[in-house]
Structure formats: C-alpha cells, structure tokens
C-alpha cells in the first residue's frame, strides 16, 4: 500500500518539504502526550504554569509511546517511500520538542538553519557535521498561524546543494545562511499532522505569540548508508542520487 501520491513526492523535491494531514490516530498522539507531560514540570491544566516559558526539548524520546508516533504507524514507511525501500536506520527516536506560547510577544520574522552544525548552546561539537537523510516532524496538538509552528524556507535545500558545490560541508558556522533564502512558511496544522523535510532544508519554529503550546516530536532519519556516502552527496543537477523513492 503506498501512503504518498506522485504529487507528495513531486512537492517534496521542488519545495524541499511535503506536510501529510492526519497521519497518526488519535490514540497514538494522546500516548505520547501522556508521557511528554508525566515528564515535564509544568502542569497540562494549568496555562499559567507554562505561559512565556520558551521553548525547550524534553528529555525523552526512546520510550515506546514516542517510538510509535514513527514506527509504529505510517511515518516511517512515508519516509521510506520517498528516500527508498528498506534504506532508513530504525533504532532511532523522537526528540519532543516544546515551543511555549507568550501572548504579549512581539512576532517577528524569525531566522533559519540547517541542523548539525555547532552553536554554543546546541550540543554538537565543534569540528563534526551531523547529517542525516529525511527529518519527520509529527505534531502532537493544534498549531495556529503564529503559534510557534515548525517553519521552512521553501526550495532551500536547491540553494544549499548549490552552496555545497563550492563549499566543504564543514565551511559553515553554525548553520545559519550566509545569504537570502526567501520568504519563510509557517507549518499550521492539527494533531498528527507531519512535515516530511529534506537535510537540507533550512528550518526553525517560530515565535509562539499565541495561546496554545506548540508540541512537535521530530525525528531525523538516516540511510543505513549514510556513514559512506557522506563525502560523495549530490549537487543540485543530482540532488535525487540517493533517493530511490522518488527518481
């Protein structure tokens, strides 16, 4: 059974992204968010214990219930049906990550990145490059336009592969682009909807000036090849070398 139309796929490879409505049952999003809140100090009932509060990941991830909302419904054989049969690592997880609302915030047009670069305060080394191959980010509750929601630059990731053609993977601080990437999209939606997004592909979540906390669990999928065909990634003439799904 294939989950994902020519059309998803062609988005996906023209804008870098393709957002799937509705992708995993109700039962699944109320596990996860179970074990999100058991594990977080701010009470679920209670706005004024989380209003303003930022944003931060919290410190779970590998328990089944997280798990489930990748492998154990059709997110994971989604992504594999863009990159290719059987190509993805499975051992892996979800990171939650947490964007808290703040009302009296002023909004602004929020600034991108590509992950697996070093910042002071992102926790990658300085010296490595962490790449992967497809990112899934799943929402577990309603995000409204403004409310913190995951944000792409579309067609980034035919920017950045130009970029590499020039530039040593290792070239850029901090993931941050040297140059214009266009206008941002805001990803709004409901629960269960996912963002499928290229490694490529420049992101942030956005300023949350709303009222609802934006609860987004992402997980960054890997070729089982990954580690050997690192040095040998495509430029933009062939950026879909290694994406048997959709050549």
């Not at 804008?15 to 594990?39: E, M, P, S, T």
Request: aromatic share 10%.
């Amino acid at each position: 059974m294939a989950y994902l139309t020519d059309a998803d796929k062609e988005h996906f490879k023209e804008q870098g992204f393709v957002v799937i409505r509705k992708a995993l049952d109700q039962k699944v999003i109320d596990d996860a968010l179970d074990v999100l809140w058991a594990n977080m100090e701010e009470d679920r009932n209670d706005p004024d214990s989380w209003l303003g509060k930022g944003s931060r990941n919290v410190r779970v991830g590998s328990e089944e219930a997280i798990r489930q909302t990748i492998y154990g419904h059709p997110v994971f054989a989604m992504a594999e049906e863009l990159v290719g049969k059987d190509t993805l690592r499975t051992g892996g997880g979800a990171t939650p990550h947490i964007n808290f609302p703040n009302p009296e915030r002023e909004w602004r047009e929020p600034g991108g990145h590509l992950d697996g670069y070093h910042t002071p305060t992102n926790g990658v080394p300085k010296g490595t490059v962490g790449i992967f191959t497809v990112a899934a980010t799943v929402y577990l509750g309603r995000v409204e336009p403004r409310g913190g929601g995951f944000t792409v630059w579309p067609g980034s990731h035919k920017i950045w592969a130009e970029y590499f053609k020039y530039h040593d993977l290792d070239s850029l601080r901090g993931g941050g682009a040297p140059f214009d990437l266009g206008k941002s999209l805001e990803i709004t939606g409901d629960a269960g909807d996912v963002c499928f997004w290229h490694y490529w592909m420049s992101h942030t979540a956005g300023p949350n000036v709303g009222r609802n906390i934006r609860i987004a669990l992402i997980s960054r999928l890997r070729r089982k090849d990954l580690d050997e065909i690192r040095d040998k990634l495509p430029d933009e003439e062939d950026l879909w070398k290694y994406w048997e799904g959709i050549n």
